[in-house]
């Protein structure tokens, strides 16, 4: 256990940010991650307006328009000289104010962003991963991208300690999304995956899905498919920012189709790598 050194007990005259943040302290706001191929950010206008809808919905109001948080994630991007693979992380909090839950009476909000390297894992996106299945106990707004993220952490973490990539969602059976990415399940060459309710995100990357099967004339139907729907399913993916299209080739014990990741899936990707500009590496 760490030994709390007096410099950690801060003098109350002096406590104020980054103590008093209610993004630390309450999860008060919202985030985005985009991803960067070579040097440009992908779906970025979708990342934009789901962030503005995102702080309308928690009644965070954001300084500036979208034009204007568009040209500062551009000005990032040049600071960094960025060329290569990578992803930003953008964070909107309420803002820092004595620790109330109810708003402060006055507050600016509390803005950042940073980039980061993001090499494409090829390995994955080539030989597909495992998953577990774990009930969805996330509260009802799950559109909003926010930072109270534990439920999410902690099925993650218990992904992470069965050997699994992610962690498949449930509401009493019914298949909602990832823990950080959303899902789909092929059967007879229709795609299935949730509906764009209250109970998921509206995953960027699955509205560029939604654009691909209609270009490749594939039935995306958006209805919620079972927990046991899935002993049947001829294949499964995810998607999101950091995992693009993601074959699933196994659900807790369950093997999905003869275990290799399927043909709508490789179809998808290959519609993701030309619509992201990344050259055909699958
Ligand atoms: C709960 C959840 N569902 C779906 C998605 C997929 O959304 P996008 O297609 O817009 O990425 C994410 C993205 N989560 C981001 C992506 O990487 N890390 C994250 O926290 C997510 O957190």
Known sequence: STILSQSDFVDKNSLSYPFEERGLQFGDG??????IYNGEYYLLTEHVNRLFRSAEAIKINIPYHKEKMTELLYQLLEKNNMHTDGKVYLQITRGSAPRDHAFPHEVTPNIYAYLQDLPRNEKLLENGVKTISQRDVRWENCYIKSLNLLPNVLAKQTAKENDCYEAILHRDGVVTECS???????????????????????GCVRMAIERFLKDEN???????????????????????????????????????????????????QKAYEQDAKISDKL
């Open 30 to 35: 919202v985030y985005e991650v985009i991803r």
């Open 218 to 268: 594939i039935p995306l139907i958006e209805e919620a498919f079972q927990l046991e729907d899935i002993q049947y399913a001829d294949e499964m993916f995810l998607s999101s920012s950091t995992s693009e299209v993601l074959p699933v080739t196994q659900v807790d014990r369950v093997v999905i189709g003869n275990g290799e990741p399927g043909k709508i899936t490789r179809t998808l």
């Open 180 to 202: 950080s990415s959303n899902i789909y399940l092929v059967k007879d060459g229709k795609v299935y995956t949730h509906p764009a309710t209250n109970n998921i995100l509206h």
